[in-house]
């Protein structure tokens, strides 16, 4: 089914495959969209919504999108929220092409096959925001200042040898013909060496030395559960205590069932509650190799008898 654009603004789940060009004047005050649960395929059947100067909200979830794009220049100019949850992408690149929408600022992006083939959410959610610079929010929870630094810098020494790689190419027709090809899946990897430097064999990234000092191991245990495995995260010593907790609440949501989470670092048999959330981590004394404790139950309640 192809839909009238008139018909556009909460249209959803009635099997439409493409929008048609139409004339934008004439719908040029309309601010949301609802195309959730139909059968669009591409980014094109949906590309001439971009046409609406005020569209500032647009939600296409499931959606069986398979491309994010090529988004047309100077298109979707108000766009701030887009909705792309239980969809079929299955290559980063194509999250990449978000990237052109100037003003997005909010994305749902859950349950698309692209997602699973990264070890865990954390690490597709630092891929999502390191190739889309302007979000401010990621399924519903808020991109920070850190985490888009460190989001920035582990995209950038993840694919920094494919990097080296290419600088190495001597014939200046091939070498930029690399150049097209690499930055064509991997976006914003020339901006981001600009923030950060050039990556290096080895440690892969080039940074200050305060930088590499700041980065910690820290190992994360959860009595909550008995016998659960020990995980390793590696996090800026600079981190505050709300990141930490927002970081550590995806980690075990599943587990929790939302509740709010309480941490505290072991040091030998004692336990040192961290509860002050405008800290950074390394008030507490937080080193290299600690252990952090997160639990969710309440404590019981201790009266005198």
Same mark, same amino acid.
């Given at each position: 089914?192809?839909?009238?654009? +008139? ?8 099997? !439409?495959?493409? !929008? ?14 609802? *195309? ?26 499931? +959606? ?30 194509? #999250?990449?092409?978000?990237? &052109? ?28 925001? %390191? ?10 929870? *808020? ?9 920035? !810098? ?7 040898? /494919? ?8 014939? %200046?027709?091939?070498?930029?013909? %690399? ?7 991997? +976006? ?40 659960? &495995?020990?995980?390793? /995260? ?9 990141? *930490? ?7 075990? /949501? ?17 336990? #040192? ?33």
């Amino acid at each position: 089914m192809t839909v009238p654009p +008139n018909f556009l603004q909460g249209f959803h789940q009635n099997n !439409i495959v493409s !929008i048609p060009e139409f004339e934008s004047s004439k719908l040029a005050a309309i601010t949301e969209i609802d *195309l959730d649960g139909n059968k669009l395929t591409h980014w094109t059947e949906v590309q001439s919504l971009g046409n609406l100067p005020q569209l500032q909200h647009l939600r296409l979830n499931g +959606n069986k999108l398979e491309t994010l794009g090529p988004v047309t220049p100077g298109s979707f100019p108000k766009l701030a929220t887009l909705q792309l949850t239980d969809n079929c992408v299955t290559n980063w690149k194509e #999250v990449g092409h978000l990237d &052109a929408l100037s003003s997005l600022s909010q994305l749902r992006f859950r349950n698309n096959p692209v997602i699973a083939s990264c070890k865990d959410e954390e690490i597709a959610r630092q891929l999502t925001v %390191a190739r889309i610079s302007s979000l401010a929010s990621l399924n519903g929870t *808020l991109v920070n200042q850190s985490e888009r630094r460190w989001a920035e !810098i582990d995209y950038l020494k993840t694919y920094g040898q /494919k990097w080296i790689e290419i600088s190495k190419i001597e014939q %200046a027709e091939e070498k930029d013909e %690399a150049l097209r090809s690499f930055l064509a899946d991997f +976006n914003r990897y020339d901006t981001i060496v600009k923030m950060f430097g050039e990556p290096e064999p080895g440690d892969g990234a080039k940074v200050d030395t305060s930088l590499k000092a700041s980065l910690l191991r820290i190992k994360i245990r959860t009595p909550e559960i008995i016998g659960s &495995a020990e995980t390793v /995260k590696k996090i800026p010593g600079s981190m505050n205590v709300r990141a *930490l907790r927002a970081l550590l609440q995806r980690l075990y /949501k599943s587990k929790s069932g939302g509740s709010k989470i309480r941490i505290s670092l072991l040091t030998g048999d004692q336990e #040192v509650v961290i509860d002050n959330d405008m800290r950074e981590i390394s008030f507490y004394s937080v080193s290299d190799g600690d252990v952090i404790l997160v639990r969710w139950s309440e404590p019981p309640i201790v009266t005198d008898l």
